[in-house]
């Protein structure tokens, strides 16, 4: 029988101990936000080896990271308001219950679009590596969501865009 683990109350929020099944409403998990991009909430942190899963606010005008492809497959699903899916050097525009196949080496970003902000939820598959590349790319750049260089170094990539951990912020979910 698996056991259920225990949530502990952090700085930003709960967080499980242990590598039980847990349940976690994302309000009261810790999020994450990169400065001048998105915020979110990823729920696996370090104990998912197989599947990462989190769920990002996206402002309009605000790129959710940098363009870059991972070796391991990823899905997204637009689950309130719009934004734009940079891909391949290609724009879309996506709403609310667009869903994005990303198979492994997709070059790929989002930035918000929309008079509000866009949720979704990412899914990744695992693969032990994790390894990224980000390519300079002139769509992306034109975002602010793009590299000047290529690199595969994400403290490179995000060098102007720290990350800090907050809690939930009130209306950021639907």
Avoid: K
């Avoid at 930003?12 to 991009?37: H, I, K, S």
């Avoid at 198979?103 to 695992?126: M, W």
């Avoid at 969501?145 to 951990?165: I, L, S």
């Amino acid at each position: 029988m698996v056991e259920e683990a225990r949530l502990r109350r952090g700085e930003d929020g709960l967080v499980p101990e242990g590598d039980g099944w847990f349940v976690l409403n994302a309000r009261d998990a810790p999020w994450f936000e990169r400065t001048g991009m998105r915020r979110s909430c990823p729920f696996e942190g370090e104990r998912f080896p197989q599947l990462g899963i989190n769920v990002s606010v996206l402002e309009p005008g605000r790129p959710s990271g940098m363009y870059h492809s991972e070796e391991a497959q990823e899905d997204f699903l637009v689950v309130a308001g719009e934004c734009l899916l940079l891909v391949e050097g290609q724009e879309r525009r996506l709403r609310a219950w667009d869903f994005f196949h990303c198979p492994a080496g997709t070059e790929h970003i989002f930035v918000g679009a929309g008079s509000g902000p866009c949720v979704y939820v990412a899914v990744g598959a695992r693969n032990g590596s994790h390894r990224l590349h980000y390519p300079a790319n002139d769509l992306a750049q034109g975002h602010g969501a793009g590299v000047a260089e290529d690199t595969n170094a994400p403290a490179e990539a995000y060098a102007a865009h720290p990350r800090r951990t907050q809690p939930y912020r009130d209306g950021d979910l639907p």
